[in-house]
Nanobody, 127 residues
């Protein structure tokens, strides 16, 4: 069982930066690929898959990004501290969403099939 707790969300102006963090509990953190997903406002009640944002491999040696965030976001992890982070630069209003940390053992063409989800953290980018 892995429990994930996100932090670092907030309100930022377009062009600004935010850093999200996710703390994982459990002794098997390094057994999982870690990822970030997001869900735009108003989509919570619709059957819309959360948008894949980024994934990092178990060792941290490989990273993958969704097309909309490539070149602006960077995912990293610290297996000694059981944490994964998402540095978000050059933020745009369309990045506004609830961001979810996820852990999974199954990768899907660069994305991730999560086994565990965090509760989410709100990111709002004003224009």
């Amino acid at each position: 069982q892995v429990q994930l707790v996100e932090s670092g969300g907030g309100l930022v102006q377009a062009g600004g930066s935010l850093r999200l963090s996710c703390a994982a509990s459990g002794p098997t953190f390094s057994d999982y690929d870690m990822g970030w997903f997001r869900q735009a406002p108003g989509k919570e009640r619709e059957f819309v898959a959360r948008e894949f944002v980024a994934r990092i491999s178990r060792s941290g040696g490989s990273t993958f990004y969704g097309d909309s965030v490539k070149g602006r976001f960077t995912i990293s992890r610290d297996n000694a501290k059981n944490t994964v982070s998402l540095q978000m630069n050059s933020l745009k209003p369309e990045d506004t969403a609830v961001y979810y940390c996820a852990a999974g053992r199954t990768v899907l063409a660069g994305s991730l099939a999560p086994d565990y989800w965090g509760q989410g953290t709100q990111v709002t980018v004003s224009s």
